[in-house]
């Protein structure tokens, strides 16, 4: 199970942020985070790569929050 520490420093990481964010953002878009749709793209890929998280091609774009991507990834 995923949990929103290691989803955030995945998400900083493939984002190129030079701080992370704090655990406050879980119901905050992704937009407003300054994640934008490539760093979600590359954050998916790398999930796929690290974690064996298999998420449809669409999930990005369906999942707006840090909690929506956690319910994607962790309960399918």
Same mark, same amino acid.
């Given at each position: 199970m995923l949990t929103l520490d290691? =989803? =955030? =420093?995945?998400l900083t990481d493939c984002a190129g942020?030079?701080?992370? $964010?704090s655990g *406050? $953002?879980? &119901? *905050?878009?992704f *937009? &407003?985070?300054g994640y934008d749709s490539v760093a979600l793209i590359e954050a998916t890929g790398r999930l796929s790569r690290d974690?064996? $998280?298999e998420l449809d091609d669409d999930a990005t @774009?369906? @999942?707006?929050t840090p909690r929506a991507l956690l319910e994607l990834i962790n309960h399918g």
């Open positions: 290691e =989803l =955030l =420093l995945i942020s030079p701080e992370p $964010v *406050a $953002v879980i &119901d *905050a878009e *937009a &407003d985070l974690h064996g $998280v @774009a369906t @999942a707006r």
